[in-house]
């Protein structure tokens, strides 16, 4: 009698056991693994004899085999740097919506919701904006002109003088002339404020329409609405 498989195929292609009761069959389970030897791996800093020559070593012997060899190049050689060389500091662009005058929202941080008149933009691409503070209790500040949304609402702010207020007006004193300089910030906030209002005042409902803050009531989506 011939021996037969213990898998047989009914059909071409199709066995007559499945592959879980052929390995039921076989009860490999029960054999013990016995783990082999592992060959012990090269110390990190000791490289083994057969293996690759990085690309720089392909390189200087390359360039030892030429006849063109000089041995006090070797030392001038350097990586190549970026072709267009250093990116050369550009001022922030400011978006077309944004003019001197032009009454914004701020969309986050401390007066989140506030609208305030943007007076100009400062050197470190900052905008310079004001409530003003006596009417919406927003003061002099510096804001980033990806947090502030741009509406259709202008004054016209020519005259305002505000060309003695750059980024070094915003920076953090010692205690020791903190007084000294809050006093003068109080002076330069109550010198621009009696300007702009003087203007503001010049519009009707103007006054109103910036001391109420800007919010979104139930069914008004922000990118369906024109400012």
Not at 112 to 140: A, C, E, H, M, W
Not at 208 to 223: D, E, I
Request: hydrophobic share 35%.
């Amino acid at each position: 009698m011939s021996h037969s498989s213990r898998s047989s195929l009914l059909k071409p292609g199709v066995s007559r056991l499945s592959r879980s009761q052929v390995f039921a069959r076989r009860a490999l389970y029960k054999k013990k693994k016995v783990a082999g030897k592992k060959e012990a791996k090269p110390a990190r800093h000791q490289r083994p004899a057969s293996a690759k020559p990085s690309a720089t070593e392909d390189i200087t012997k390359d360039l030892k085999k030429s006849l063109l060899f000089n041995p006090s190049q070797v030392s001038a050689i350097k990586a190549p740097s970026h072709p267009k060389g250093r990116k050369a500091l550009r001022p922030t662009k400011l978006r077309q919506s944004i003019t001197p005058g032009s009454v914004l929202i701020i969309l986050a941080g401390r007066f989140r919701g506030k609208r305030v008149v943007f007076l100009k933009q400062l050197d470190s691409g900052l905008l310079l904006v004001t409530g003003p503070y006596k009417i919406n209790g927003v003061p002099l500040r510096r804001v980033n002109q990806a947090y502030v949304a741009a509406t259709s609402t202008k004054i016209n702010i020519e005259g305002v003088k505000v060309s003695t207020i750059n980024d070094s007006y915003f920076k953090r004193e010692s205690e020791a002339t903190e007084e000294k300089i809050s006093a003068q910030k109080v002076a330069t906030q109550k010198e621009v404020d009696a300007q702009i209002i003087s203007k503001v005042n010049e519009v009707q409902h103007l006054s109103s329409y910036l001391s109420k803050p800007f919010s979104l009531s139930k069914g008004q989506y922000p990118h369906q609405l024109k400012f």
